[in-house]
Structure formats: C-alpha cells, structure tokens
C-alpha cells in the first residue's frame, strides 16, 4: 500500500516541479523576448499603450543602422578578440595550476591554495584605483593589455584553478601512478592524460570565462579612452547620451551582441553541465 501511495506521489511531484520550473522560466524569457520585439519596432511605437510583443511593422533597419552610428564591427572585433585571449590563457594556466593543486604535493600546499581562494572575496571595486595607478605606470591605459591580463591572473584566474583542481581530485591517482611507471613526467600526464580528461571541465571553464569577459563593463569604462578600442558593453553605451536613450538601436545592437553568448552555450551544453556535475559546483 505505501509502494502505490509513492508511486501516485511521485507523478504529481514532477508535475509540479516542472510547472514551477516553466512559470520561472518564463518570467526570465519574458525580458529577453522584449528585447528583440523593441529591436524590430518603429521608434514611436516602442512606449505605446497597450504594450505590443509583436510589432505591427517590422523594422529590420534599425540592425542595418547600429553599423552607421556607430563603429559597432570594431567593437565585436575587440570583444571576441579579447574574449578569445582570455579564455586561451585562463585555460591553460588555470589547468596547469589546478593539475599542481589536485595531484603534486608539496609543501604548504593547502595553505597557497587558501591564500588563492581570498583573492576572490575582495571586491573588484577596491582594487580598481591601485590597479588603475599601476597601469597608468607600465602604460597600459587605454590598450587592451589590462583587459587580457588582468582576468587571466586576476580573480578569474582564480576561479578557473579552483574548478580545475576540483576536477582533478575526481581523477583516480592510480591512472598518474601507472603513467609514471611507463616513464611519464608531469607535463606530458598533464598534457596527454589528464588534459583530454577534463574536456567538461574545461568547458565549464570555457563558458564561464567567456561569460564573463564578454559582459566585462568595468574595466574596459576603467582602462578604455579611444572609440577605436571599445568592447561591446561599452559601445552600448554610446546609445544613450543628454537627449535620451535610442531605444531601438540599443536593443537591436545588443539582440547581435548577446548571440554569441547563446551559441557559445548550446555548442558547450553538455559538457557544460557534466563539468558542473563532476567539479562540485553544483553543492
């Protein structure tokens, strides 16, 4: 009597659970769905009462227009340039360190890796005028230098060695050990064993560095001067200015400003979420 008591439960739990799940959903979807409806509209059209998902005209020149305000190719071009950089670089330290963390002993160990892990609780903004002075002193203001290297050894930095090495340690050391008694040293288990490994990890690695330095606004509003070398948040910004917001430019430059985003996304999703599975992320 209980087993059929459990299985009636169970059916309608799910059912539950998903329509939560589809109502969150929506109210999440719903901000994004009119952002591409205001990027079709006619300018006096976008604060009509009642408000229209569906434009009555779509104008598809408002995309063809974000090109003729602004240098807005230039600013894809320093984004994904940037964006590929970093995440090249963050990869690639990040699995080395996490690798040394996870796997070679040594000591005082524990103790770096917590001193690492602080950097991340100081918040970004206290940091900023020191970091500014710096740069301003190796004369790095307004090049992209401080955009790459500053994520790359910088917090972000951080949080990629920690989800590599949280990958690392679900390693079984027996697989290092019998790579060592076939003559192995550390970079080439590192480079030929442990590497193709961690594809989800580095996935989830992948997306979260991405993420974040595509949407960076900070630094670059820190460390930018000359239009030439803007990303795309700051680029956006040029939409607004003492008259107003050009509303339908903006949300048609930044509908083409969040698609990488989503493709990066939907071509990394599996590993993405196996990454998140396996480095603990998920507790």
Known sequence: MKAT????????????????????????????????????????????????????TFRFQNYLEVFDLIPFHLFYFNSVYIACVVII?????????????????????????????????????????????????????????????????????VFGIFVMRQFFITVPTELEEAA???????????AQIMLPIAKPGLATLTIFTFVTVWNEFFDPLIFINSRSLMTLPLGLSLFTDEVGTAWHHLMSATVMATMPLLIVFFLAQRRFIEGVAMTGLKE
């Open 5 to 56: 008591h459990n299985a009636v439960r169970k059916p309608f739990g799910s059912i539950g659970t998903y329509t939560a799940l589809s109502v969150i959903s929506g109210i999440m979807i719903i901000p994004f769905l009119w952002m591409i409806s205001t990027s079709f509209k006619e300018p006096q059209s976008i604060f009509t009462y009642p408000p229209q998902l569906i434009p009555s």
């Open 89 to 157: 670089g963050t990869v690639f330290f990040a699995s080395l360190a996490g690798y040394a963390f996870a796997k070679i002993p040594f000591s005082g160990r524990n103790i770096v890796f917590l001193v690492l892990l602080s950097a991340m609780m100081i918040p970004h903004e206290v940091t900023a005028i020191p970091m500014f002075l710096f740069m301003r002193e190796l004369n790095w203001i307004d090049t992209h230098l401080p955009l790459i290297l500053l994520p790359i050894f910088g917090a972000g930095g």
């Open 180 to 190: 060592m008694i076939d003559g192995c040293n550390r970079f080439r288990i590192y």
